[in-house]
C-alpha cells in the first residue's frame, strides 16, 4: 500500500510519515502542496490513500482534492488539518474527502485511518 502524504510544512509531513511507519507503511510518497499532490495522482495509480493538509501555498488541499476527484480518481482522501469548524468539515465532505482528521492528532488516530481505508496486511 501506498500512501501520498500532503503538507506543506516538512516537520508535519516527518511527523504523519513517522506515525504511518509505526504503523508498518513504509510505501510512502510526499508533497509540499495540493499541486504536487495532483500531479503525483495523476502520475501514480498505485496510491491507495492520501492525507491531505488543507491550507497550502499553490494550492490548497480542498482544491486539490475537488481537481482529484475531477480527474476521475477514487482514491480515499483523509483532511489533515487545524480547520475542525463543522463547516469547513462539510465542505471537505462536498469536495470529495471521505474523512477528517483534526491536528494535532496521535498515532492511534491514523491508524484508525488506516483500518477504515486500507486493507489489512499479509504480514
Do not use: C, H
Request: no cysteine; proline share 5%.
Amino acid at each position: 500500500m501506498r500512501v501520498l502524504v500532503v503538507d506543506d510544512s516538512q516537520i508535519m509531513r516527518k511527523i504523519v510519515t513517522g506515525a504511518l511507519k509505526k504503523q508498518n507503511v513504509n510505501d510512502i510518497v510526499e508533497a509540499a502542496n495540493g499541486q504536487e499532490a495532483v500531479d503525483v495522482v495523476a502520475k501514480d495509480g498505485n496510491i491507495s490513500l492520501i492525507l491531505m493538509d488543507w491550507n497550502m501555498p499553490v494550492m490548497t488541499g480542498i482544491d486539490a482534492v475537488r481537481k482529484i476527484r475531477t480527474g476521475g480518481s477514487k482514491t480515499p482522501i483523509v483532511m489533515v488539518t487545524t480547520e475542525s469548524e463543522k463547516e469547513k468539515v462539510i465542505e471537505a465532505i462536498k469536495s470529495g474527502a471521505n474523512d477528517y482528521l483534526v491536528k494535532p492528532f496521535n498515532p492511534k488516530d491514523i491508524q484508525a485511518k488506516l483500518e477504515k481505508f486500507l486493507p489489512p496486511s499479509n504480514g
